[in-house]
Structures are given as structure tokens and as C-alpha cells.
């Protein structure tokens, strides 16, 4: 296995520690998350995801959505977020890789988005319990 350290070091000097954990044949297969931060957020980071390079993207990315119901897009290598993506209106508590560059995210407010590239390209809502 082949394993990639990224740290970002956030706003608050917080730090946000990731490995991500790849095969021989260098395809994704994991990532280890230490710590909270945040990373660019202003508040707690609640769920992180990798999205490997995809035909939209030809370089992974890092995901992480907050209390602040937003999500950020970061570059392996940089400390500051490329993209943000709004539209949740509570924390996003969930995020997917799906296929083809797909985000789905989860959040308090009662809907899971899909997202290719930064927009929003379905929402879909439930109902709480």
C-alpha cells in the first residue's frame, strides 16, 4: 500500500491530518482522518471525503462539510479551499464520492444533495423522525 500524508493547518491553527491509503495499482482505497479543524470553515468540521480524479477533475480533491452547512473542496496540496459549495441550510453531516466527479451530501436540514462539479445538480428531501 502506498500512503499519502496531507496536513492543512486552518485558520483557528488548528491541525487536520489525513493519509490517504492507496493499492499497487495506485487506485484510492481509503483515507485515515486525526483530528478536527476548520479548514477554512470557521467552525467544526463534521464529515470528509475524498473524490478521486474523474473525468470533470484530474486530480483528487478532499471534501469536508461543516457545521457552517457548507462544503469545501481543497487540493491535495493546498491549505486553502478551490471551491465552496451553499445550499444546505443545517450541518452537513455526510459526504459521498459517487461516480464520475458525483458529491452526495447529507445535512441536518433534511435533504442529501448530488453535486458535479460545484453545482447543485439534484436535491432530494426527507422527513425527519
Known amino acids: 500500500m502506498n500512503r499519502v500524508n496531507v496536513g492543512f493547518e486552518s485558520l483557528a491553527s488548528l491541525i487536520i491530518s489525513i493519509t490517504i491509503v492507496k ?69 452537513v453531516s455526510a459526504l459521498k464520492a459517487g461516480p464520475n466527479g458525483l458529491l452526495i451530501s447529507g445535512s441536518w436540514d433534511s435533504t442529501v444533495k448530488q453535486w458535479l462539479k460545484e453545482n447543485c445538480v439534484q436535491t432530494m428531501a426527507g422527513k425527519t423522525l
Open 23 to 91: 493499492n499497487k495499482k495506485n487506485q484510492f482505497i481509503g483515507i485515515v482522518f486525526l483530528g478536527s479543524s476548520s479548514a477554512g470553515h470557521g467552525c467544526f468540521v463534521s464529515s470528509i471525503c475524498i473524490l478521486p480524479p474523474n473525468k470533470h477533475c484530474e486530480q483528487a480533491l478532499i471534501a469536508t462539510g461543516a457545521t457552517d452547512s457548507t462544503i469545501r473542496l481543497f487540493g491535495l496540496d493546498q491549505a486553502q479551499p478551490v471551491a465552496q459549495l451553499v445550499g444546505h441550510s443545517g450541518n
